[in-house]
């Protein structure tokens, strides 16, 4: 594997408050991660909530145990929700993922109609722990730049929670 220089400081983005609401749906999402990772796959987990608080989707990362590459949290959330719910629920729903959505998800996330998008873990942060090996790198593409290009709003919070969102990934990456 060829390495690659990173840089040599990286300025994180700040953390963003949530409401006692969002956190508690935030943590069952880092919850689903400590689920994704005694699995076997990496530490990820989503939970897609209407605003009458009915889970509609939930999900973790199952790659590893699949094989499945699409089978990222959000992505797996998102099938879930979408065999009960039609598009205009999830419109009025908020997914909750708890680590920052990657390109593929913040797509998936568009084309299920979610408006609202709240994280805990953020890109720049997970690359610390992923590190510089090519096979665990990532589009280097933040989800708000994806939803910035929709055609309608998507509402994004986060990095929130960090140091619980951060907790399933120390020593979870090669």
């Not at 005694?38 to 199952?62: C, K």
Request: hydrophobic share 40%; glycine share 8%; charged share 25%.
């Amino acid at each position: 594997m060829t390495a690659v220089t990173a840089p040599s400081a990286v300025a994180f983005p700040a953390e963003q408050p949530v409401a006692e609401r969002d956190a508690t749906y935030l943590r069952q999402a880092i919850a689903l991660s400590r689920t994704a990772r005694q699995r076997g796959n990496r530490p990820f987990g989503s939970v897609i909530v209407a605003p009458d608080g009915t889970v509609l989707g939930a999900g973790w990362n199952s790659n590893g145990e699949s094989g499945d590459c699409t089978a990222h949290a959000e992505v797996q959330a998102i099938r879930e929700a979408c065999q009960r719910h039609d598009r205009a629920a999830l419109e009025q729903a908020t997914l909750y993922a708890s680590g920052e959505p990657c390109v593929m998800c913040a797509g998936a996330i568009f084309w299920a109609n979610i408006r609202r998008v709240v994280y805990g873990i953020d890109d720049q942060r997970l690359r610390v722990f992923r590190g510089e090996r090519l096979d665990q790198r990532d589009v280097e593409l933040a989800c708000r730049e994806v939803f910035r290009a929709a055609p309608f709003t998507v509402e994004c919070t986060g990095p929130s929670l960090v140091d619980e969102a951060s907790q399933p990934h120390v020593g979870a990456w090669k």
